[in-house]
C-alpha cells in the first residue's frame, strides 16, 4: 500500500469554516472526511499515516458488498476445487448467518460465534472443514477487494483425532464388491474399484469425463483435484476391464446421472443399501481412500510415496498410516543396520 498525498481544504459555511481532508492511496479509494476545527483535521492526518492498517481499513469503509454476494463471486470467478457441491453446502452455513453483513464489519468474534452456532454432532475435524471453507472466501476479498485483515486467520483449528483410520479388511473388500456388483445402479462397483485402486477423491472421480481416460496408457486425468491442480490416476487392470464396459455411452461424464447426463449420479441411496448387504459398519465413501492408503502402507510403500498416490502437498497428512509401514521399516532397518557387528 502506497501513501501518497493528504491536504486540507477550508471550506466556509452557515457556521464559519469547516476543513476537509483528502487523502489519496494508491489502488485505494480517497479518503474524504470534513472536520469542525483543522487541529482535528491534522490529528486524523497524522493517525492515517501512521498507520498503515488503518488507512487502508478506512478506505475499504465505503464498500457496499455483502457477504452473500462475495460468496456468489468467488464460486464463479476463483473456485478451482473439484468438491465445489461440499464447499457450497459448508460455506451455506456462513451465508444463513452472514449472509446480508458487509464484508468490511464482519469480525473474528462474528466467525467464532458462527463456529460455535455449527451443530454440536460434528466432530472438530469436520467444524475445520466449515472454517477453512469461509476462509478462503475471506482470502478472495483480500486479493480482490483490498479487504486488509482476513477475520478467520487467527482463530486456531479445532483439535483432530486421526487415531483410528477405518479400512476396509480382506473379507470386507469381498463382501463389498460382491454387493456393489449386484447394485441397481450398473456403475457401483466400477466406481468403489476406481476409489480403492486411485485413492482419489469422491470429487474427483465423480467429475471424470469419458476424454479424461486414456485407453491406451492406462491413465485417467483430472482436470482440478481438491488442491486446484490437476492430477494422473494410474488404471489397473481390472478398471480396464470394468470401463470397457461402459466407453461406448452417450454421456460426457464416466458417473452420469440418468435424469440429468450432465451431472454425477447421486449414488447416496446404493452405497447404503450395498453397505447393509456387505455387513459393513461405520464405513463412508472416504474411507476407501483410506483403505488404498492402508494397503500400500502394508504392502511395504514408503510414506512419502503414499503421499504422492493420495496427492498429499505434506507428509503430515500422510503421517495417520506410518503404524502400518511396518514391513518397509522391517526391510529397511535389516538392509541398512542388519550387519551393524
Not at 448467518?97 to 451443530?119: E, F, H, M, Q, W
Not at 454440536?120 to 477453512?132: I, P
Request: aromatic residues 10%; positive net charge.
Amino acid at each position: 500500500l502506497e501513501y501518497q498525498m493528504a491536504t486540507i481544504q477550508k471550506l466556509k459555511n452557515k457556521k464559519g469554516f469547516s476543513y476537509r481532508v483528502i487523502i489519496r492511496n494508491k489502488g485505494l479509494r480517497t479518503i474524504s472526511k470534513t472536520f469542525p476545527r483543522r487541529q482535528l483535521a491534522s490529528q486524523f492526518i497524522h493517525k492515517m499515516e501512521s498507520n498503515r492498517q488503518e488507512r487502508a481499513l478506512y478506505s475499504f469503509k465505503n464498500d457496499t458488498t455483502t457477504f452473500g454476494e462475495l460468496v456468489i463471486e468467488y464460486f464463479k470467478n476463483d473456485y478451482q476445487g473439484s468438491e465445489a457441491a461440499h464447499q457450497k453446502a459448508r460455506t451455506q452455513h456462513w451465508v444463513d448467518l452472514l449472509g446480508d453483513r458487509y464484508i468490511v464489519d464482519i469480525t473474528t468474534s462474528d466467525i467464532s460465534y458462527a463456529i460455535n452456532k455449527l451443530p454440536k454432532t460434528l466432530s472438530n475435524a469436520t467444524k475445520n472443514r466449515y472454517k477453512a471453507a469461509v476462509s478462503v472466501v475471506f482470502s478472495y476479498a483480500c486479493r480482490q477487494y483490498g479487504l486488509v485483515l482476513n477475520p478467520v486467520k487467527n482463530i486456531r483449528s479445532l483439535p483432530e483425532n486421526n487415531a483410528r483410520t477405518r479400512y476396509l479388511s480382506n473379507d470386507e473388500r469381498s463382501r463389498l464388491f460382491e454387493a456393489s456388483r449386484i447394485s441397481q445402479w450398473g456403475k457401483l462397483y466400477l466406481l468403489v474399484l476406481l476409489a480403492i485402486t486411485t485413492g482419489a477423491r469422491r470429487g474427483e472421480l465423480l467429475s471424470l469425463e469419458w476424454n479424461d481416460i486414456d485407453f491406451d496408457r492406462k491413465l485417467a486425468y483430472v482436470k482440478t483435484s481438491k488442491n486446484g491442480e490437476p492430477k494422473v490416476l494410474p488404471l489397473t487392470e481390472d478398471v480396464m476391464t470394468e470401463l470397457e464396459k461402459f466407453k461406448h455411452q452417450i454421456p460426457v461424464l464416466l458417473f452420469n446421472s440418468e435424469i440429468k447426463p450432465n451431472k454425477p449420479f447421486e449414488f447416496r441411496k446404493q452405497w447404503i443399501k450395498a453397505l447393509k448387504e456387505a455387513e459393513i459398519e461405520s464405513f463412508r465413501f472416504h474411507d476407501l481412500r483410506h483403505t488404498c492408503a492402508s494397503y500400500l502402507a502394508q504392502s511395504g510403500a514408503s510414506l512419502l510415496e503414499i503421499a504422492d498416490v493420495l496427492g498429499h502437498k505434506q507428509i503430515s497428512m500422510t503421517a495417520r498410516y506410518s503404524h502400518l509401514c511396518v514391513d518397509h521399516k522391517q526391510k529397511l532397518i535389516s538392509r541398512v543396520l542388519g550387519n551393524i557387528n
